[in-house]
């Protein structure tokens, strides 16, 4: 499974919008597809890229979804294909099968084995990859313009008609285990069953659902459960494609009908996503377990369970994570320098969501700096804004997200992350706006009712040993292997000694008879 990590709340997106998202609203679609009409959202606002929120939304007879957006300022065309898949439709055990899945997909089809498929995507200056998440599979193909039309004739052909060689299965395993950090021994999943091992993270993960406990093996994954489960799940009505670029719309219509039109409607198997309510009771505090094992600072934070990016809250989580990175960088490393890189970081899966606060330090000075965190998220939790740091962070946000959303990909990528809002509004949202138009108090309600440091988590992350700690017992480790050297040597030249005062002294007269000798 692909790892997600807590990233800056400042960085272009959202930073980390780990759940990919289902869209839009919908124009009329040609060529025998059923429509699916949505209301616009609100009013764009100054900071919104023409036509972002207007993609051409429209879903095939069998079900597939599409989303098209032509742009014709570079000759590329990105395609994105998802599928309602993930580590998270599976119970511990078999999380990873759709990862397993995702590299089966490009081993061959009827037509091509993987050396060719490969060959006819270099062949065409395209580049094509993967990635499995908690709630799902995407497959992407970047290619010129001009071979457009291939490249979505080879997606389909991928997608549509694997053979999944069954020669292909261990070398997929090895491929999963590498990607996984190696192959778990029994001796590795017992350790990590006992915690050891665990970063405080790691814990609070697996104590909230989102990932399961220890490294998972694959000695279940057979031909006949993968040729199942990709059956099962790789229907029409279980994806979405999407396409943005330099591509006429009509022709593109016409070849999508062609191709992924004619699959046949099968109905997807029952889902639930992960909800923030239904995450059981959370500890008041976890500490690492010899993770990391040497190092010479400690890792202190507060981590807050919090809803999704398909809530009416995420515009003011987004805005109140990248402000309370501010302010934690000024009250922490300006202002006491006691971290070099105090963060706020926003994690966010479709319905639930992490938002951490956290920042390294000197072992010596872990509590302070863990107060200072938990005066921050209080201040907060209690209304206080200050307003300069609020409207930096604003503008902060809304630039980065311009500077983000520029080539071709970038905006299929956002499109794919951002496709669960079709399931919960019947439209993209225009977050741009919604960053805006935030007023403070809906910033402080929000901060009231989620923020709040007694709800929060305490985590650390201590290292078993400092780096001095390591010097010292490596010190006393050498000089106890020197002492025993040592003795050992003494004891040794002192029997030598010993032997040479001993031995009998004989002289001509008195000498055995042995050998050349006469008696």
């Not at 997106?13 to 289902?22: F, K, T, Y």
């Not at 031909?223 to 006429?248: C, K, W």
């Not at 794919?416 to 225009?430: A, K, M, W």
Request: glycine share 10%.
């Amino acid at each position: 499974m692909t790892a997600r990590r807590l990233l800056p709340a400042t960085q272009a997106g959202d930073g980390c919008r780990c759940g990919r998202r289902w869209t839009g609203w919908v124009f009329t679609a040609a060529l025998g597809v059923v429509l699916l009409l949505g209301p616009r959202p609100a009013v764009a606002g100054e900071h919104t890229s023409a036509g972002l929120y207007d993609p051409q939304i429209y879903t095939l007879a069998n079900g597939l979804r599409v989303v098209l957006q032509p742009r014709h300022h570079a000759r590329t065309v990105a395609f994105r294909l998802a599928v309602d898949v993930g580590a998270w439709d599976f119970p511990c055990g078999e999380q990873e099968l759709p990862h397993f899945i995702e590299h089966m997909v490009f081993t061959g089809t009827s037509a091509h084995d993987e050396q060719a498929l490969e060959a006819l995507v270099a062949r065409h200056g395209g580049g094509w990859n993967a990635e499995t998440g908690p709630e799902d599979t995407v497959y992407s193909l970047n290619i010129h313009s001009r071979h457009a039309e291939f490249a979505l004739g080879l997606l389909h052909e991928v997608l549509a008609d694997p053979t999944f060689p069954e020669e292909k299965i261990e070398l997929v395993r090895n491929i999963v285990y590498r990607e996984n950090g190696g192959n778990p021994s029994a001796l590795r999943r017992w350790l990590k069953g006992l915690g050891i091992g665990k970063s405080a993270v790691e814990q609070l993960i697996e104590r909230t659902g989102l990932a399961c406990p220890g490294p998972e093996p694959l000695e279940y994954v057979t031909r006949d459960r993968v040729v199942e489960v990709g059956s099962r799940h790789y229907v029409p009505q279980n994806m979405t494609l999407v396409v943005v670029g330099d591509f006429q719309r009509e022709a593109m219509q016409g070849r999508i009908a062609e191709t992924f039109g004619r699959l046949p409607p099968v109905p997807p198997p029952p889902r639930a996503s992960k909800t923030r309510d239904r995450v059981g009771a959370l500890p008041a505090r976890l500490i690492s377990s010899f993770s990391p094992f040497v190092d010479s600072e400690v890792s202190v934070g507060l981590l807050s369970l919090v809803e999704g990016y398909t809530s009416d809250d995420y515009a003011a989580l987004r805005l109140l994570a990248a402000y309370l990175k501010a302010r934690l960088f000024e009250t922490i490393r300006i202002d006491r320098g006691l971290s070099y890189s105090p963060e706020s970081s926003y994690l966010s899966f479709r319905r639930m969501g992490l938002l951490s606060v956290d920042a390294d330090a000197e072992p010596e000075d872990a509590e302070v700096v863990l107060s200072l965190l938990r005066d921050e998220l209080t201040r907060l939790s209690l209304g206080s804004l200050d307003a300069q740091t609020l409207a930096d962070a604003r503008q902060q946000l809304l630039l980065a997200e311009d500077q983000g959303l520029e080539s071709n990909q970038d905006v299929a990528g956002y499109y794919v992350s951002s496709l669960g809002e079709l399931e919960e509004f019947g439209h993209f949202r225009d977050e741009r706006a919604a960053l805006e138009q935030l007023g403070d108090d809906t910033l402080r309600a929000v901060a009231r009712r989620l923020l709040s440091p007694e709800d929060a988590v305490e985590v650390r992350e201590a290292p078993t040993l400092t780096y001095g700690q390591l010097y010292a017992v490596l010190g006393l480790l050498g000089a106890g292997v020197g002492a025993v050297a040592w003795r050992l040597g003494a004891r040794r030249r002192r029997r030598g000694a010993f032997a040479r005062t001993a031995r009998p002294q004989f002289d001509d007269a008195q000498a055995p008879c042995g050998p050349g000798r006469e008696p």
